[in-house]
């Protein structure tokens, strides 16, 4: 059985509406246990105010933040999955969905030329959407929607480092303190941010791999290896030991989660990337089954641990 087009367009359409409406429960609740901890008014203010903004954004159905962002996919696609005209057909199936989206009002057009800055057609161009693909032995496709921030994406000054030898453990730390810093700084990156750091690799590589560290793992993950599990707290506690806070006002809440992911690398360096995902946390994640049915998924299972 294959699925067909049609089918597949208004699953993807729902999936990426949900994320720009619905935050995932470990983000709200990551807001909750911030306000219990949060000793600065405005910072309590701040939060009070992203919890106000979830709710309203589920109630009225309307998108949670102006900024939609970047139109990102990350699809898990099993090879007992047949699809109507084959999988090149995709990339035409996400296109659609995304511009049904936008004209629909759940995506702004936030997307434009680089140089000429004229908009695009529904979000939909030049390698835009992005969408990730990751082959897997399953008769599902597992597909994340993440509407991921302009502010936590862009502001990183320097989202890459190829660190020496001699920088070792503590030039990684110091890296990732200063990148995520310089960004949350006024609220650029719109703290509390999740931070994805990705060591090892080569640029493109440890780029990516910090970018879904921050993106589809939820926030209280914790890495298998105990080595990078201990980084991942120490990079948590020293972030929120700075006091930049919600929103960049001040307070002890910068970072709701620091989440690490590693690759093997060149015998000459240490490769290490930042990204950050914005206070919102948008995702949503569905699996389309061989037989048409539907599964909604709390959280993406991309890393497969």
Same mark, same amino acid.
């Given at each position: 059985?294959?699925?067909?087009?049609?089918?597949?367009?208004?699953?993807?359409?729902?999936?990426?509406?949900?994320?720009?409406?619905?935050?995932?429960?470990?983000?709200?609740?990551?807001?909750?246990?911030?306000?219990?901890?949060?000793?600065?008014?405005?910072?309590?203010?701040?939060?009070?105010?992203?919890?106000?903004?979830?709710?309203?954004?589920?109630?009225?159905?309307?998108?949670?933040?102006?900024?939609?962002?970047?139109?990102?996919?990350?699809?898990?696609?099993?090879?007992?999955?047949?699809?109507?005209?084959?999988?090149?057909?995709?990339?035409?199936?996400?296109?659609?969905?995304?511009?049904?989206?936008?004209?629909?009002?759940?995506?702004?057009?936030?997307?434009?030329?680089?140089?000429?800055?004229?908009?695009?057609?529904?979000?939909?161009?030049?390698?835009?959407?992005?969408?990730?693909?990751?082959?897997?032995?399953? +008769?599902?496709?597992? !597909?994340? #929607?993440?509407?991921? =921030? $302009? *502010?936590?994406?862009? /502001?990183? %000054?320097?989202?890459?480092?190829?660190?020496?030898?001699?920088?070792?453990?503590?030039?990684?730390?110091?890296?990732?303190?200063?990148?995520?810093?310089?960004?949350?700084?006024?609220?650029?990156?719109?703290?509390?941010?999740?931070?994805?750091?990705?060591?090892?690799?080569?640029?493109?590589?440890?780029?990516?791999?910090?970018?879904?560290?921050?993106?589809?793992?939820?926030?209280?993950?914790?890495?298998?290896?105990?080595?990078?599990?201990?980084?991942?707290?120490?990079?948590?506690?020293?972030? +929120?030991?700075?006091? !930049?806070? #919600?929103?960049?006002? =001040? $307070? *002890?809440?910068?970072? /709701?989660? %620091?989440?690490?992911?590693?690759?093997?690398?060149?015998?000459?360096?240490?490769?290490?990337?930042?990204?950050?995902?914005?206070?919102?946390?948008?995702?949503?994640?569905?699996?389309?089954?061989?037989?048409?049915?539907?599964?909604?998924?709390?959280?993406?299972?991309?890393?497969?641990?």
């Amino acid at each position: 059985m294959s699925l067909q087009e049609d089918t597949l367009t208004n699953h993807i359409y729902d999936v990426l509406v949900k994320a720009a409406v619905e935050i995932p429960e470990d983000v709200k609740a990551a807001f909750q246990d911030a306000l219990t901890v949060e000793e600065s008014e405005i910072a309590k203010e701040h939060l009070k105010m992203f919890l106000e903004n979830i709710d309203s954004a589920v109630k009225r159905h309307v998108i949670v933040c102006p900024d939609t962002g970047f139109p990102i996919f990350y699809v898990k696609l099993g090879d007992g999955v047949e699809i109507e005209g084959g999988y090149s057909t995709l990339r035409k199936v996400f296109n659609r969905a995304v511009e049904r989206a936008t004209a629909d009002g759940y995506l702004r057009v936030t997307m434009v030329h680089p140089l000429t800055r004229k908009s695009s057609a529904g979000n939909v161009g030049h390698f835009i959407p992005r969408i990730e693909y990751k082959p897997i032995s399953a +008769n599902y496709m597992e !597909v994340t #929607a993440i509407p991921k =921030g $302009g *502010g936590a994406e862009l /502001f990183l %000054v320097q989202p890459f480092r190829s660190l020496l030898l001699a920088d070792g453990l503590e030039g990684v730390k110091k890296f990732v303190l200063d990148s995520v810093i310089s960004a949350c700084l006024d609220g650029k990156s719109c703290p509390p941010n999740v931070v994805g750091v990705g060591i090892g690799g080569f640029s493109d590589l440890c780029m990516g791999l910090a970018k879904k560290a921050a993106v589809l793992r939820p926030i209280g993950d914790r890495h298998p290896d105990r080595e990078i599990a201990k980084l991942e707290k120490e990079l948590l506690s020293g972030i +929120n030991s700075t006091g !930049v806070g #919600a929103m960049g006002g =001040g $307070g *002890g809440v910068t970072a /709701f989660d %620091v989440h690490i992911e590693h690759a093997l690398t060149h015998t000459v360096g240490i490769p290490t990337a930042v990204n950050l995902h914005c206070a919102l946390c948008r995702r949503a994640t569905i699996r389309i089954y061989s037989d048409g049915s539907v599964e909604p998924r709390r959280v993406p299972d991309w890393f497969e641990r």
